[in-house]
C-alpha cells in the first residue's frame, strides 16, 4: 500500500488490522519500508527472538570448555559416540 493511501485510510487500516490479524505493508515509491503488524505478531516475534538469544547463549556456554580443541576433532568424537549409541540401540529388545 503506498504511503498517500496509508495517510488518508490510516485508521481503517489500523481497524483491518487488528481485525483481520494480518501485516500491511506500506511503500514509498514502490519500495516497500514498513509494516503495520498485529501486537499479537509483534509480541511473538519478540518472545521467539529472545528464546532463540537463550539458546545461543547456552551453546556458547557449551562451547566454552572446547574452544581449544579443534573442530575435526570435535566431529570425529560425535561421530564415534552417535554410532556407539545407535549400536546400543540396535541390540536391545523392542519395547511394547
Known amino acids: 500500500m503506498a504511503v498517500a493511501e496509508a495517510r488518508q485510510r490510516f485508521s481503517r487500516i489500523l481497524d ?3 481485525e483481520a490479524g494480518e501485516p500491511v505493508i506500506i511503500e514509498k515509491s514502490g519500495v516497500p519500508v514498513a509494516a503495520l503488524v498485529p501486537l499479537t505478531v509483534l509480541d511473538r516475534d519478540r518472545r521467539w ?3 532463540r538469544a537463550e539458546r545461543m547463549a547456552l551453546l556458547e556456554r557449551m562451547r566454552r570448555p572446547f574452544r581449544d580443541v579443534p573442530t575435526e576433532e570435535i566431529e570425529t568424537k560425535v561421530r564415534k559416540a552417535i554410532a556407539l549409541v545407535r549400536s546400543e540401540r540396535s541390540r536391545r529388545p523392542p519395547r511394547r
Open 16 to 18: 483491518d488490522v487488528r
Open 49 to 51: 527472538a529472545a528464546e
